[in-house]
């Protein structure tokens, strides 16, 4: 299966391509399946190539033709695969893809519109992307049911070298140095060192320090480490105190061969640790069905409440009542659940109840009536959970783009095909 032939390019020149309007010449040169392709499309495509500049090095004319052919081929196939399997992308979820492109073109939404709306092009763009979006949600779907990650898998990434270089975090720092070149002044680069220290505590910048030069008629070092960078990255000297730092957190002056140093970590991302707000619920849930109206609805949720305030038990009545069947026999007990999980108007409900606290009634965006009690709050360590779920991604990606291939060789060599142009016609 020849790979499909990545094109990337700015506003500028999509507006100096799209679109090669189709002639009335234009013929069908591929039948596929239940679909064509036109002599207009492959044109399209060959133009937006040679502008971007994108034809690979070595190859022919004739051989890019039939390589951009074979994409078109294999974009219409699963564009027809993904409408039969009810695959769609809504205006909103579009929306979002264009106001990213817009911004990668440093435009607003609105500005990146009109820009294309000047040359008509903004809907076909538009459709082009949407159709880009399908097919892309049809892949990963499609190939992510091939795949399969074990346990076992997991545990042994997670011993593995490469997991501690893919799932480690990387810092980015700053410092500065005093260095130790003259034995005789060590007492003196020391109080130094603990006076810069006390300088950033009352708030001084440490790359302003690190820039001086000199303090005190002392020769001072030290700036930005440029980048980011993982652990193993780091002189050598810093390696066993960055990792425990929070950030913006600054180090007392430690020491090593070259002087006395002091660290700030700036910033840190990735890596495994992890904590999470989670929050102790229990909640009764009451819906409108075919025997009780809107109305009514409401007006039993709010006798619940006035019951519990009256002092009935939460839990007896969440067993008579509620219409969650996943918390019926638990007394409306939704055990602990991670700040994020549940819909933004309860979550917005539960952040401003205190332990202990009962919610007035609310009605959910689903249309449901609510009364949550939040029983408990507790950050967890979900580390350990957090790199089983790194490492299933990391694995699931090294499998991913052969699992790909073999999925479109498969998909190709089903489909009815019809060529009707040679590579030299």
Do not use: C
Not at 353 to 376: A, K, T
């Amino acid at each position: 299966m020849l790979k499909t032939i990545k094109i990337l390019f700015p506003l500028a020149l999509l507006l100096a391509i799209y679109p090669v309007q189709a002639q009335l010449s234009d013929k069908v040169i591929a039948i596929v399946d239940d679909d064509v392709i036109l002599k207009s499309e492959l044109d399209n495509r060959l133009e937006t190539i040679r502008a971007n500049g994108a034809i690979p090095r070595g190859l022919t004319l004739d051989e890019l033709q039939d390589q951009v052919l074979e994409q078109l081929i294999m974009e219409n196939l699963q564009m027809q695969l993904a409408i039969r399997s009810g695959i769609r992308v809504d205006d909103n979820s579009l929306n979002q893809t264009l106001n990213a492109i817009a911004q990668q073109n440093n435009m607003s939404f609105d500005e990146f519109r009109a820009t294309l709306n000047e040359t008509g092009q903004y809907q076909l763009f538009r459709e082009q992307v949407r159709e880009d979006m399908i097919i892309n949600n049809f892949q990963n779907g499609s190939i992510n049911q091939r795949i399969t990650i074990t346990r076992q898998e997991i545990e042994n990434y997670l011993r593995s070298e490469a997991a501690q270089a893919d799932i480690s975090p990387e810092y980015r720092v700053q410092h500065v140095l005093v260095p130790v070149d003259n034995p005789a002044q060590k007492d003196q680069q020391e109080e130094l060192a603990k006076l810069i220290y006390q300088q950033l505590q009352d708030g001084a910048d440490i790359l302003e320090l690190a820039a001086s030069r000199q303090i005190l008629g002392i020769p001072v070092g030290g700036g930005d480490l440029a980048g980011w960078r993982k652990i193993d990255a780091l002189p050598t000297m810093f390696r066993p105190v960055v990792p425990s730092m929070k950030v913006g957190e600054i180090t007392e002056p430690f020491t090593s061969d070259s002087g006395f140093h002091i660290v700030k970590l700036v910033e840190k991302r990735g890596g495994a640790d992890l904590q999470v707000n989670q929050n102790q619920l229990r909640h009764i849930l009451i819906r409108p069905n075919e025997i009780r109206t809107e109305e009514q609805t409401e007006q039993l949720i709010h006798e619940l409440y006035q019951r519990i305030k009256d002092g009935e038990d939460f839990g007896d009545l969440a067993r008579v009542y509620t219409d969650d069947p996943g918390t019926m026999v638990s007394g409306g007990d939704l055990d602990w659940m991670t700040e994020g999980q549940l819909p933004p108007i309860f979550e917005s409900v539960v952040s401003e109840l205190e332990v202990g606290e009962l919610s007035e009634p609310f009605q959910n965006e689903d249309g449901g009536w609510h009364i949550v009690q939040l029983l408990d709050r507790r950050i967890e360590d979900v580390t350990e959970e957090n790199a089983r779920f790194q490492a299933e991604q990391i694995l699931r990606q090294r499998k991913y783009d052969n699992e790909l291939q073999n999925w479109l060789t498969e998909i190709r060599d089903t489909a009815y095909v019809n060529i009707k142009l040679g590579a030299n016609n």
